[in-house]
T-cell receptor
Framework: DAKTTQPPSMDCAEGRAANLPCNHSTISGNEYVYWYRQIHSQGPQYIIHGLKNNETNEMASLIITEDRKSSTLILPHATLRDTAVYYCIAHRDDKIIFGKGTRLHILP | DADVTQTPRNRITKTGKRIMLECSQTKGHDRMYWYRQDPGLGLRLIYYSFDVKDINKGEISDGYSVSRQAQAKFSLSLESAIPNQTALYFC????????????????FGEGSRLTVL
């Protein structure tokens, strides 16, 4: 699995878009980019994933650069309930390794 | 009922005791995982299993063992617990998604908090 790099923490004002970056420069052609979030000590929750095209669902949007070496998770209108640790993972089918993620603070 | 169930949810034990954490799932997934989380850190993979006859070590398997009793059950054992195994443990599952050639997202249990005194 490709190693991912994320900033340890970020702040975002409530109601604004939260843009969380992730670098995965060693990603291979068949590895997907997955995003999860963990609220407090709950089990991580799946958000979205993609291969090379941008993706959108009811929770977020995922923008993957053309060279696939980085991606951005976008929460379009952040609320206080989006305060969590966000994990970016690149994997195909093998063991799934989490990094330390980005702790997102939503400011009222 | 939760799709991925972990028992016990909380356990306090003493150094040297044998502990088993159990995980069962109703999602019909082939793949199951055990992760450990320490305060302020991300999740670290202990063991994973792609089917009943397949067991693989993860990042931090020393001091742990697992058993895949059935497709739906994956247990984690600490043969002789030590204080630095105090942590929050998560079980997760994933499965091949129909029409796709890769495994889908992970589904996590609610976690088992283990304290070793």
């Amino acid at each position: 699995d490709a190693k991912t790099t994320q900033p340890p923490s970020m702040d975002c004002a409530e109601g604004r878009a939260a843009n969380l970056p992730c670098n995965h420069s060693t990603i291979s052609g068949n590895e997907y980019v997955y995003w999860y979030r963990q609220i407090h000590s709950q089990g991580p929750q799946y958000i979205i994933h993609g291969l090379k095209n941008n993706e959108t669902n009811e929770m977020a949007s995922l923008i993957i650069t053309e060279d696939r070496k980085s991606s951005t998770l976008i929460l379009p209108h952040a609320t206080l309930r989006d305060t969590a640790v966000y994990y970016c993972i690149a994997h195909r089918d093998d063991k799934i390794i989490f990094g330390k993620g980005t702790r997102l603070h939503i400011l009222p | 009922d939760a799709d991925v169930t972990q028992t016990p949810r909380n356990r306090i034990t003493k150094t040297g005791k044998r502990i088993m954490l159990e995980c069962s799932q109703t999602k019909g997934h082939d793949r199951m995982y055990w992760y450990r989380q320490d305060p302020g850190l991300g999740l670290r993979l202990i063991y994973y299993s792609f089917d009943v006859k397949d067991i693989n070590k993860g990042e931090i398997s020393d001091g742990y063992s697992v058993s895949r009793q059935a497709q739906a059950k994956f247990s984690l054992s600490l043969e002789s617990a030590i204080p630095n195994q105090t942590a929050l443990y998560f079980c997760a599952t994933s499965g091949l998604v129909q029409g796709r050639w890769h495994t889908g997202e992970l589904f996590f249990g609610e976690g088992s908090r283990l304290t070793v005194l």
